[in-house]
């Protein structure tokens, strides 16, 4: 589904993204690990076509997405840092996003703004929003148009242990119906019961990329934390 290839990006000498090649499939859950700085973000962000490569490709189902930015509209995309028109209400966010897409046959899926409680917080700007609740936008603006892909940077950072588990819930449901789910992270035992691959980057190289079992197996841990630690225990002399 996605495919990153040779990827390079440097800003001024820093290599941010050194020669990273990774596939990506439907039904995949896939958690994006790594230290702050490690090129995460980085990454995501040259999926979306939002950070331009210095060299390498990057296909989306097949296609170079150097040549068509249309692929962007099967990708529900939830910053780190949400940004918005901060005098707009809430609701008026979700009427301009809506709107901008009205001419798209989706159905559209408010299932997470009406579990966040957001209808009721429609009135409110988003000047006033606390950090928890402007993540809860991020996130049900993600899902609302129903991508076969989502890409989730830092999902549950900000949000308190209930709206926590109401988002990985509804990632787990759109996982069973087969979608390719993106996730990064540096808390691991939030992710233990829903990925299904591990990446993990350093200095903007990807040391491995693991299904889960194989990852359990090798290191005969069970807890993901402990099985990344043993592995990276193992790979750096
Ligand atoms: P992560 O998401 O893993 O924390 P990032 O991808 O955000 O890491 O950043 C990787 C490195 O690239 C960091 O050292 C960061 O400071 C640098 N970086 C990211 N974006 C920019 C930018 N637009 N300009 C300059 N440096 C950047
Ligand atoms: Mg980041």
């Known amino acids: 589904m996605i495919t ?54 990057i296909l989306f189902n097949q296609k170079n997405i150097a040549h068509d930015w249309k692929y962007r509209k099967h990708i529900g995309y939830m910053p780190q840092i ?23 046959s989706i159905q559209l899926d408010e299932e997470l703004y009406v579990e966040f409680g957001l209808d009721k917080l429609s009135d409110k700007r988003m000047q006033t929003l606390s950090g928890g609740t402007r993540q809860k936008v991020s996130a049900c603006l993600a899902f609302l148009f129903n991508p076969d ?6 999902p549950t950072a900000g949000l308190d242990p209930v709206a926590s588990e109401i988002l990985k819930e509804k990632i787990n449901r759109e996982k069973e119906k087969g979608k390719l789910i993106l996730i990064t992270s540096h808390i691991l035992s939030e992710l233990d019961d829903l990925v299904t691959h591990i ?23 069970i807890k993901l934390s402990k099985a990344i630690a043993s592995i990276m225990l193992k790979t750096t002399p």
Request: hydrophobic fraction near 35%.
């Open 4 to 57: 990153v290839t040779n990827v390079k990006k440097n800003f001024g000498k820093l290599a941010a993204l050194d020669n990273v090649s990774i596939q990506c499939n439907r039904r995949e859950c896939i958690a994006l690990i790594g230290p702050n700085g490690s090129g995460k973000t980085t990454l995501i962000k040259s999926m979306l076509g939002m950070v331009v490569p210095d060299s390498g490709t």
């Open 82 to 104: 949400g940004r918005y028109p901060e005098n707009m209400t809430i609701g008026q966010v979700f009427d301009m996003m809506k709107s901008i897409r009205k001419d798209e």
């Open 149 to 154: 892909v989502l890409i989730l940077d830092e």
């Open 199 to 221: 990446i993990f980057m350093q200095d903007g190289k990807l040391k491995f990329h693991k299904p889960i079992d194989a990852l359990r197996s090798e290191t005969g841990e």
